[in-house]
Structure formats: structure tokens, C-alpha cells
């Protein structure tokens, strides 16, 4: 399913000066790939840049949120390149927001950048890719708050939530074409040791993946073709992931409240319904 992952091809990486986009421009890059790292971080950037060294690489400012900057580098990337294989919509921020009804500020820029950032990537990227012909990857990276939502950060759950509805939308388009060589993935990192998370902790918690773990878990993953590259993280095994997914989905259909999984009236039941997990 990588079979686009070879010299001669050409991966963008939005978010690349950093974490899990500059791991995966390393191994695109290892694999011989041309990569075009895009980052609105310009000192990162250019140090990103001296990092992947020899390899073709060009570095391009960018700011996702706004569709002109992201056509931009579209336009860079073909002219550069002349294909474009992989596009990895991977910016992404985390700002603290306050209640659901508050933090208009915090709100506008997670959804500006972790939404329509991907959805800029998109919509500059794919008519272009699918004119070309070429065999090749969409690749978008989501979280499990967008899929659990847990309290905390109601605009990042929202903006994330966002990721996967479109995600799936896109997946769901691409598989119409007739002969058309794109497909579409969901990448939701476990907990990743990245600048996002060394902001609040200076140590990597053992709990935590590294970035190159994620990378490699999600290289296998598109390997096989999967959509959903749900990572685990040396805390969070699959299975904790699946019943706290299914416990969620739950809520619908068994009439419960919103995220009773954080209600106290649930905590018992959460409980029993998890035990087998946490037993281990
Ligand atoms: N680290 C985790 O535990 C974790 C968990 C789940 C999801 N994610 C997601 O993974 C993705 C990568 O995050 P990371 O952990 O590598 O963090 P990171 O902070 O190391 O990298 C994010 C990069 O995005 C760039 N960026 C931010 N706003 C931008 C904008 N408007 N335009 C262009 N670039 C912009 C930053 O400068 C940075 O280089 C994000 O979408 C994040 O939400 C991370």
C-alpha cells in the first residue's frame, strides 16, 4: 500500500519542524523520498531543515489556517517536485480552553489550525493530486480526544472530532474514483513525547511513545492499508482503547448521559466494564 514510498516520490508534511511531522519527514526521507516539510515555526524550520541534511528537501513557511498560504505551498511543492505522493495534514496546536461557552480566542485558532488546516490541505492538495494520476496517500492526524472526548479541552476535542468526520468523508470520495490511486487515513497518536508535550513536561513520562514509535507504528499500518491508525503508548494498550471507544459509543445507544464516562453516577459501572483491562 506504501508502494509510493520510494525515490522518485514526494511527501508533504504540514507540521515538519517538529515532533511526529519531522519524524516521518525523516523516514520519508530515509527512504529516498523527496520532502517538503511545511511548519509556520521558522526557526524550527530551518533547524528541521539541517537535520534532514542531504536528502531532497525543501522547507517551506506556512501557516495552515489560511488556505492562500497552504495553495502556496502546493504551488512550491509541484514546481519543485512535479508530483506530490503524500500530503500529511499534521499541524496541529493544544491552547488551554476554558468552558464551552468561554475562550472564543483559543477556540477560533485550534479550529482555524486542527481543522480547516487539514481541511486547507485538502482542498489545495487533492484536485492536484488526482489530476496527476499518481498513486499516493492522504494522511490526517486526529487524536483520541477527538474520538472520546474527554473533559478537559472542549475546543481541541471539537476541532479533533472534526478531523475524523472529514477524514472519513474524504476516505469515502476517494474510494468512488474509478482507477483513482489516493487514499485516505486517520493517523490518532497515543500520548507522543513531542516540543507539544516537552512544553509542560521537561522528562519524556514513561508512559509516553516517542515520536519515532509513532512513526513506525503508523509506516506499518499504511503498509497494510489500514484507515483507522489508532497508535497505543507504552500507558494505553489497544484493548483499553477499544472498550473506552465502545464504552463511548455506548452512550447513544444505551440512552446515557454525555460522557458518562466522567459521570459520577457511571464511575462503578465504567469500572466493572473495564476491569478486565485494568486487571493486566
Ligand atoms: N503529542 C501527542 O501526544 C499528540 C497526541 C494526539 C495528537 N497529536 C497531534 O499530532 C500532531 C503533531 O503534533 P506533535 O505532537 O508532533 O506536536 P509538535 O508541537 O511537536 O508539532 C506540531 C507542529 O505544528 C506546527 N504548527 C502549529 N500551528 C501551525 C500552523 N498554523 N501552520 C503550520 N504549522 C503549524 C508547530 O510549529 C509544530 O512544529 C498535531 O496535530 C497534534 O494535535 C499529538
Redo the contacts with the bound molecule.
Sequence with gaps: MTEWMKPGCCAVI??G?????LAAAKAYAAAGMSVVI????EA?LANAQDQLGAADILAVP????DLASVEDLRDRAFDRFGAVHCLMN?????LPAGAPWESRDALDTIVN??LM?VINGCQAFIPAMLDSGVAGAIIN?????GITRPPGNFAYNLS?AGVVAYTESVAHALRQIDGGGLTAHLLV????Y????SRFLPEKPDG?WT?EETVDFMLAALQRGDFYILCPDNETPRAVDEKRIRWNADDIVQNRPALSRWHPDYADEFAAFMKDETDQ
Design positions: 504540514t507540521g519542524a517538529n515532533g511526529i511531522g511545511a511548519d509556520k515555526d524550527a506556512c501557516d495552515v489556517s499534521n499541524a496541529g496546536v493544544a489550525v486542527n488546516g492526524t486526529g487524536s483520541k480526544q479533533k497518536p497515543g500520548f507522543v513531542s516540543a507539544m508535550v509516553a515520536v
